[in-house]
């Protein structure tokens, strides 16, 4: 199965930016549907952006503050994160969706002034 790598996060004031980096271990040419999520202190896993080829959905928290991106000749996906606020804190992992993940380490953001 495909593990996932990611990298990036790191502690940032608010208002600042991150790109968060995920690259996989295999081919994922064929995933159509690619994503972040985040994993809040205490909270569950939720999905906060994905791309469907040229398509891309954020949850309404990222909503023009963040890109998605993916490059299928590398087997990465991106998300760049602007204007991070205190409540992007947390653990981000990138994987598939609507199908099962082997979670990677994840990579943790934590927004603080």
């Known amino acids: 199965q495909v593990h996932f790598v990611e990298s990036g996060g790191g502690l940032v004031q608010p208002g600042e930016s991150l790109n968060l980096s995920c690259a996989a271990t295999?081919?994922?040419?064929?995933?159509?549907?690619m994503g972040w999520y985040r994993q809040a202190p205490g909270k569950q896993r939720e999905l906060v952006a994905n791309i469907i080829g040229a398509n891309t959905y954020y949850h309404p928290s990222l909503k023009g503050r963040a890109t998605i991106s993916r490059n299928i000749a590398k087997n990465t996906v991106n998300l760049q994160m602007n204007n991070l606020q205190p409540d992007d804190t947390g653990d981000y992992y990138c994987?598939?969706?609507?199908?099962?993940?082997?979670w990677g380490q994840g990579t943790h953001i934590t927004v603080s002034s």
């Open positions: 295999e081919s994922i040419s064929k995933v159509l549907n």
């Open positions: 994987g598939r969706v609507g199908a099962p993940n082997s």
